[in-house]
């Protein structure tokens, strides 16, 4: 566990508050902020062992960026608080639950997949997500945490299994605005199963069982 970067995707306010345009028929927000102690505790773990922290959040240059699907009603009328939040640059943007500290990576996704914003190398299209984390950091073992587990946490994982990195998932450490999607998407990742993996990953039950491996490394 010595080498596995944590990743927090986005703990902006946006995602975990009350008050910013979210409609709560389409999920609830009372499954999202039980998780934000236990985030808590493994950024305060990471940070006083010196570990690497990867803050990862979705941010647009402008409305027509957004995706189309949210434009048509997902997010609501534009000058809400809820799109400033994911404006880059914007005072809300900076609302941030758990705010990098210097010498923490932050990496801004224009999408909930943190490995779709690409470059060109020697004349190949890759992720620069990909560049920063295997070229930079030289990381392997990527630990999610975060909103939304069958959204951006799932997707970006499953996504930095392909670019061939480790991706394990925290049980009580990722959470979703709807409790089931969060369980199928960890079983996905090897949930219920006597090895706890699976192609796409594998995932770690319990915020304890994490630090507890980090204290001992």
């Not at 480790?166 to 999607?181: G, H, K, Q, T």
């Amino acid at each position: 566990m010595q080498g596995a970067f944590l990743d927090i995707i986005d703990e902006a306010a946006t995602f975990a508050n009350t008050g910013l345009g979210i409609d709560p028929t389409k999920g609830g927000i009372e499954h999202v902020l039980p998780i934000i102690p236990n985030v808590e505790r493994l950024v305060e773990t990471y940070r006083r062992k010196q570990l690497k922290i990867v803050h990862l959040a979705e941010q647009y240059d402008s409305f027509n960026d957004v995706p189309w699907r949210w434009q048509q009603g997902a997010i609501g009328d534009p000058r809400t608080r809820m799109l400033k939040h994911l404006q880059t640059g914007s005072e809300e943007a900076r609302l941030r639950k758990i705010p990098p500290r210097e010498g923490e990576t932050f990496f801004p996704k224009n999408g909930k997949n943190a490995f779709k914003v690409l470059h060109v190398r020697n004349g190949i299209a890759e992720p620069v997500l990909t560049h920063i984390l295997r070229d930079q950091l030289k990381v392997r073992h990527l630990i999610f945490t975060g909103v939304a587990t069958s959204v951006c946490v799932g997707t970006t994982a499953m996504s930095a299994t392909e670019e061939n990195f480790d991706s394990i998932l925290v049980a009580d450490a990722c959470a979703d605005f709807f409790p089931n999607r969060h369980e199928r998407t960890l079983e996905m990742f090897g949930l219920g199963r006597s090895q706890k993996s699976d192609l796409y990953g594998s995932v770690i039950l319990s915020t304890d069982e994490l630090i507890e491996a980090l204290e001992k490394s």
